[in-house]
């Protein structure tokens, strides 16, 4: 009975942490992919004729700003749904400028490739977005919660009838508990001790402190 119940316990939060740890790797890969495709446009951006290069250079700063906001914001709050907003306002006002740059120069390489790049950093906003909104289902925490306690009230209720392996049980129940804050944690990505590095975008918001790469002669 012993082994069975502890063997439904483990299954339960086995399950429960699998889907929180995959959720947790999802958003830190699109932190990283995010930064990569702003980096990417970025360097491009510097590419384009004025007054274009300067005024997409300047949103991009902004809109990386944006992007760290809503990594330091708790997903569906306020404070990242104005981030949001405020991104998606910047970038329409990329896709303007990126348009007339391409109608200016419709035979140049470098606003088709920028647009390109643009396009795929505006994508990455809805896919990062997702990835801080997926968490786990409330059912399976529900079902880790309550199939753990009853497991585990299961187990000592037995034991204390036969009067031996309540330490057992407390050590069962202290691992049980910190694999449910554990699981729950994971599940915040903006609260608690394991939260979603936004380190990328730091790192490469500090890069656009310095002088463009490129500066283009006209």
């Not at 944006?66 to 990329?94: K, Y």
């Amino acid at each position: 009975m012993q082994a069975a119940l502890l063997g439904v316990v483990g299954l339960i939060l086995a399950f429960g942490l699998a889907l929180a740890v995959g959720r947790y790797e999802s958003r830190r890969a699109a932190v990283v992919e995010e930064a990569n495709t702003i980096g990417t446009t970025y360097l491009r951006a510097q590419t384009l004729a004025e007054p274009y290069r300067t005024a997409s250079l300047e949103r991009l700063v902004r809109y990386t700003d944006t992007s760290i906001r809503l990594s330091r914001s708790v997903p569906n709050s306020s404070a990242a749904n104005e981030a949001v907003a405020d991104g998606q306002e910047l970038q329409r006002e990329l896709w303007s400028l990126a348009g007339e740059s391409l109608d200016s120069a419709p035979t140049a390489s470098a606003p088709r490739l920028y647009v390109e790049t643009l396009n795929e950093m505006i994508d990455m906003q809805t896919v990062r977005v997702s990835a801080l909104n997926n968490r786990v289902p409330p059912a399976v925490l529900w079902l880790e919660v309550v199939g753990a306690a009853f497991a585990l009230g299961l187990l000592a209720a037995y034991l204390a009838i036969l009067g031996r392996g309540v330490v057992a049980v407390l050590i069962a129940a202290v691992l049980v508990t910190l694999l449910l804050l554990v699981t729950f944690d994971l599940d915040r990505p903006t609260r608690g001790l394991i939260r979603v590095p936004a380190t990328p975008l730091t790192d490469l918001r500090d890069s656009m402190d310095l002088p463009p790469a490129f500066t283009r002669s006209e």
